[in-house]
């Protein structure tokens, strides 16, 4: 089992930043994917950056140049740097994690850029 634990989503105007971590606890040594997944309302959950084991990262075409996803392994958190937040970046973040071939995923956090 991984147990996984996010923060620092909120409120933020466009233009704004936020950083979202990720902590992983359990058999978080067997860990061989992280990802960031969003869903706004009303919309399936979608894919918005994910990074390996080896560090390559992926990122949805919406948040490139935008968003930047790490990882520090020593502590077990991923991270997702984002700027330049816009009012489409609104929805629910959630972490995922795989561990061998099972899927976890955090409790979400709300993410609402305003005008």
């Known amino acids: 089992q991984v147990q996984l634990v996010e923060s620092g989503g909120g409120l933020v105007q466009p233009g704004g930043s936020l950083r979202l971590s990720c902590a992983a606890s359990g058999r978080s040594f067997s860990i061989n994917f992280m990802g960031w997944y969003r869903q706004a309302p009303g919309k399936g959950r979608d894919l918005v950056a994910s990074?390996?084991?080896?560090?390559?990262?992926d990122y949805a075409d919406s948040v490139k140049g935008r968003f930047t996803i790490s990882r520090d392994n020593a502590k077990n958190t991923v991270y997702l740097q984002m700027n330049e937040l816009q009012p489409e970046d609104t929805a629910v973040y959630y972490c995922k994690v795989r561990s061998f071939t099972v899927n976890y995923w955090g409790q979400g956090t709300q993410v609402t850029v305003f005008s």
């Open positions: 990074i390996t084991n080896g560090g390559s990262t």
